[in-house]
């Protein structure tokens, strides 16, 4: 069985994603699907379990904040803010989250014999900053499962809004200025009109590296000398 591992499409669904997607049994969205088109569009290619993001509004009311199933044999968990996973994750073979839109494919041991794989397949939609435009595919057989990264070609020329270095250099620094005056996530992006992605991406890193500098938080967003 082939299944399609995608999050944070931001209403773009590229033809590159949809060519990928081609033979797959079905389809696991990690959230931030951000209109039902989208939903619509991938359906046409396969089953699809998605759950609910930030970013979706009123129009996904239906969709669940996480979900808990089984596929292939496999125990799978899906939400989309990695915060928001369960603390023991033992029971699960597979724990798929999105919300950073950054790779990462982790394998996590429990006390027992199964290890459990933590995947956030990164975004397959808008590309922001210098990341990567990428998704996953997930592969059950006879004789176990694989997950493999799939990388998504994309314009040298296509960024995110505002990726100036100075430009982003200046956010961070206002971020972090109004994050110690204890302003909340939403108060600082509506007050300075940023992302409000953005803005709990800065603030999450500045809260859990005590001492990080505007550099610093540049450096782990894989931003400095790349813009």
């Known amino acids: 069985m082939k299944v399609g ?3 944070d499409t931001h209403d773009l669904l590229r033809p590159e994603v949809v060519a990928a997607l081609q033979g797959c049994g ?6 931030d699907i951000s209109s039902r088109k989208i939903l619509d ?3 046409q290619i396969a089953p699809v379990r998605a759950v609910r993001g930030n970013n979706d509004k009123e129009w996904a009311e239906h969709l669940p904040l996480f979900l808990d199933f089984e596929l292939g ?13 369960p603390k023991d994750l033992s029971p699960y073979d597979l724990v798929i989250f ?15 014999p199964k290890r459990t794989l933590l ?5 397959c939609g808008p590309r922001r900053f210098v990341q990567p435009v990428t998704m996953a595919i997930l592969t059950i057989g006879s004789d176990g499962w694989t997950v493999k990264q799939v990388q998504i070609p994309h314009s040298a020329r296509e960024k995110a809004p505002k990726t ?13 200025r109004d994050t110690q005056k204890g302003l909340s996530v939403d108060s600082i992006a509506r007050k300075h009109r940023l992302d409000p992605e953005l803005v709990e991406q800065i603030v999450r890193l500045y ?7 505007v550099d610093g938080i540049m450096t782990k967003m894989g931003l400095l000398g790349k813009l």
């Open 98 to 112: 999105g919300h950073s839109h950054q790779y990462a494919s982790v394998w996590q041991e429990s006390a027992g």
């Open 5 to 7: 591992i995608i999050s």
């Open 164 to 176: 100036d270095s100075g430009d982003i250099h200046r956010q961070i620094e206002v971020i972090v």
């Open 119 to 123: 995947l956030n397949p990164g975004s």
């Open 41 to 43: 569009q991938l359906e």
């Open 207 to 213: 809260v859990t590296h005590p001492g990080v500098t």
């Open 73 to 85: 044999g496999l125990h799978i968990y899906m939400t989309h803010k990695k915060k928001d996973l």
């Open 26 to 31: 079905c389809i696991l969205h990690g959230g």
